[in-house]
């Protein structure tokens, strides 16, 4: 990879975006930040010669393609994508109604997923850059409350596992992030989080639950600086990792999530093995 580096970043108007474009611009590198209103990203960075600011709906090929074509005409090259736009479909799955769950997936996944695949050929013909997919500590570890979210990020991570061994052969690195519980705007109502919109007496709690969600914002105890600062650092790393795990709360969770899967898989052997054909290779 070049030692000065031209990144892509969507979702930079706001948010954990803005911090790491400001990040980069601070090294050195070059940056594309995104979101839908370019202004919104000039706004939020601020004025900087190595920075093209571009409109870009992760959801509009036409969108993506334009702003593809503006990184490329400006800096030449893509060394280093960051998918970070989303928002946070909250509520139960019941009280989801399936055109908003459907939504959710479409900004989640389908929207890194459009990014990506508009990018790949000029990161194919450089043979060297990194695809950075933010997706959440609830794409390993989902709850109640929280399934059409933990949906698109659970798809993230299996997306982002098969795309890692499928273009390491043109070197190009690929990691998934799973962030804990960071102070930015995902919990701000009406800008990044979707409150469900059907209503069912037998989840007699929503209101009480929606009201402990709104309290948590502004009272994370992520730093969404130092998590940017952090994230070059791994970029760094000669040898990149499948997942970046970000936050000690993040770390904690998803340490406990793998003993409860292995627990899991050893639960019931008894049920779970013997279940080969007779002529199988090894069977008993």
Same mark, same amino acid.
């Given at each position: 990879m070049t030692e000065t580096k031209v990144w892509l970043i969507t979702g930079a108007?706001? !948010?954990m975006g803005v911090d790491i474009?400001?990040?980069?611009?601070?090294?050195?590198?070059?940056?594309?930040?995104?979101?839908? @209103? +370019?202004?919104?990203? +000039?706004?939020?960075?601020? @004025?900087?010669?190595?920075l093209l600011a571009a409109s870009l709906d992760i959801t509009d090929a036409d969108s993506i393609d334009a702003a593809?074509? +503006?990184?490329?005409?400006?800096?030449?090259?893509?060394?280093?994508? /960051? =998918? =970070?736009?989303g928002n946070f479909q909250a509520g139960y799955f019941e009280e989801i109604s399936p055109d908003r769950f459907r939504a959710q997936i479409e900004t989640n996944f389908f929207g890194p997923l459009n /990014?990506?695949?508009?990018?790949l050929p000029i990161m194919r013909r450089q043979r060297s850059a990194h695809i950075i997919t933010i997706t959440s500590t609830a794409g390993i570890v989902s709850g109640g409350f929280g399934s059409a979210y933990g949906a698109s990020k659970f798809a993230l991570e299996? *997306?982002?596992?098969?795309?890692?061994?499928?273009?390491?052969?043109?070197?190009i690195r690929v990691t998934a992030v799973e962030p804990g519980f960071f102070r930015t705007e995902l919990l701000?109502?009406?800008?990044?989080?979707? *409150?469900?919109?059907?209503?069912?007496?037998?989840?007699?709690?929503?209101?009480?639950?929606?009201?402990?969600?709104?309290?948590?914002n502004g009272n994370q105890s992520g730093d969404p600086e130092k998590v940017a600062a952090n994230l070059l650092k791994v970029v760094e790393l000669d040898d990149a990792p499948a997942r970046w795990v970000a936050g000690a709360d993040a770390v904690q969770g998803i340490t406990r999530? !793998?003993?409860?899967?292995?627990?899991? +898989?050893?639960?019931?052997? @008894?049920?779970?093995? !013997?279940?080969?054909?007779s002529d199988a290779p090894g069977s008993a």
């Amino acid at each position: 990879m070049t030692e000065t580096k031209v990144w892509l970043i969507t979702g930079a108007g706001r !948010g954990m975006g803005v911090d790491i474009a400001r990040a980069a611009l601070a090294t050195g590198d070059r940056v594309v930040a995104t979101a839908r @209103d +370019a202004a919104n990203v +000039a706004a939020a960075v601020g @004025d900087h010669a190595d920075l093209l600011a571009a409109s870009l709906d992760i959801t509009d090929a036409d969108s993506i393609d334009a702003a593809v074509k +503006a990184a490329i005409e400006r800096f030449g090259r893509i060394d280093v994508l /960051v =998918n =970070n736009a989303g928002n946070f479909q909250a509520g139960y799955f019941e009280e989801i109604s399936p055109d908003r769950f459907r939504a959710q997936i479409e900004t989640n996944f389908f929207g890194p997923l459009n /990014v990506t695949r508009a990018v790949l050929p000029i990161m194919r013909r450089q043979r060297s850059a990194h695809i950075i997919t933010i997706t959440s500590t609830a794409g390993i570890v989902s709850g109640g409350f929280g399934s059409a979210y933990g949906a698109s990020k659970f798809a993230l991570e299996g *997306w982002t596992e098969s795309l890692r061994e499928e273009v390491e052969q043109f070197g190009i690195r690929v990691t998934a992030v799973e962030p804990g519980f960071f102070r930015t705007e995902l919990l701000v109502e009406g800008s990044s989080t979707l *409150w469900s919109d059907l209503s069912i007496d037998d989840y007699a709690d929503t209101a009480t639950t929606i009201e402990s969600w709104k309290s948590m914002n502004g009272n994370q105890s992520g730093d969404p600086e130092k998590v940017a600062a952090n994230l070059l650092k791994v970029v760094e790393l000669d040898d990149a990792p499948a997942r970046w795990v970000a936050g000690a709360d993040a770390v904690q969770g998803i340490t406990r999530k !793998g003993q409860t899967l292995i627990d899991q +898989a050893n639960a019931h052997l @008894d049920l779970s093995t !013997g279940l080969d054909h007779s002529d199988a290779p090894g069977s008993a």
